[in-house]
């Protein structure tokens, strides 16, 4: 919004940082009043390859605003699927914590209180640190190159990474193409944007074959990344010159099945939890009973030697 209004980029980072204090927009200030480019900022900020290659697509196009407009539409569609993804694990969680409760007060009648007290806290100390655990190594595997070739190839997660690159790389494409930066520029920055995996690789493979004057429907066919339909659209493209209507309608198509894989991962992914939590809970209330039966076969057994004698 600041930028739309007319404001130089150092005056709207001096009144971002009057509004929040963090290090990102500190490293922003320092690199742009230094004189460095601002797609090589935020690189130094450590802002993501999409947002470095889109603002750096932005830089050159001089549409800076359409790109930051374009930003905070994307994560704040990014932010409600996290927010509808992580609601609906809290009944779960519930659900064990209950469990471990209603354990401990059927443990509580045949077991000492200060013995109850200990397994209660251990369970709860159980519970805790496995969830740490998953939370670190979801992260990991998330972020991790060699995983996420394994995540592409999962149902429902894959499909949602895939129409995430295809989304960005033809927003990318069709920003700077409408700006106009060359085609086989374009092309080049839209792989880098996407954040696909190997996308240096691609950019520079779509960059001299497209200087070679080979057409972009046939790279796109070769490309099994993106859509297999995009070809003949971008055909239909290069017979008739309406590139940007084309790769506007392309951006529309996909953001619209992006949205759709995003609902269908914050369907399915809660109920998979949903299972997994539940059969923990069963598996820890009949431990906590089988727990509770040898307890009572124990006692029966000293009440039975103490009667014997």
């Known amino acids: 919004m ?39 900022a935020f690189t130094a900020a450590g ?27 994307h994560w704040a569609r990014e932010l409600k699927m996290r927010h509808a ?24 009648t045949t077991t000492a209180w200060p013995v109850v007290a200990v397994h209660f806290i251990m369970a709860l100390a159980l519970l805790y640190t496995i969830c740490l655990v998953v939370y670190v190594v ?7 190159p060699i995983m996420r070739r394994v995540w592409l190839h999962m149902p429902i997660i894959g499909n949602s990474l895939r129409t995430t690159y295809a989304y960005r790389w033809i927003t990318a494409l069709r920003l700077e193409f409408a700006a106009g930066v060359s085609l086989s520029r374009a092309v080049g920055d839209a792989w880098r944007a996407s954040g696909y995996i190997d996308c240096d690789r691609f950019a520079e493979e779509g960059e001299q074959a497209m200087r070679e004057k ?21 055909a239909t493209a290069e017979i008739s010159g309406a590139f940007e209507e084309v790769f506007k309608n392309l951006e529309t198509e996909t953001a619209h099945a992006w949205s759709m894989a995003q609902q269908r991962m914050t369907e399915w992914l809660p109920k998979i939890a949903y299972f997994f939590v539940l059969l923990i809970a069963a598996v820890v209330i009949i431990n906590l009973f089988s727990r509770v039966l040898d307890t009572t076969d124990i006692q029966k057994q000293i009440d039975n030697a103490v009667n014997g004698k």
């Open 85 to 108: 993804m992580v609601q609906p694990l809290y009944y779960p969680l519930a659900v064990l914590h209950l469990a471990i409760v209603v354990g401990g007060i059927v443990e509580a």
């Open 138 to 144: 979801a992260r990991v595997m998330w972020s991790s």
């Open 214 to 234: 080979v057409n972009l429907s046939k790279l796109v066919a070769q490309w099994k990344q993106l859509p297999r339909d995009w070809a003949d659209f971008i």
């Open 47 to 73: 802002f993501s390859p999409f947002e470095c290659h889109l603002v750096t697509a932005g830089e050159r196009s001089a549409q800076l605003d359409t790109i930051f407009e374009h930003l905070s539409e």
């Open 2 to 40: 600041l930028v739309r209004a007319g404001l130089p980029i150092r005056t709207t980072l001096e009144r971002l940082q009057e509004r929040m204090a963090v290090r990102e927009l500190t490293v922003l200030s320092e690199k742009v009043n230094a004189g460095e480019r601002l797609g090589d």
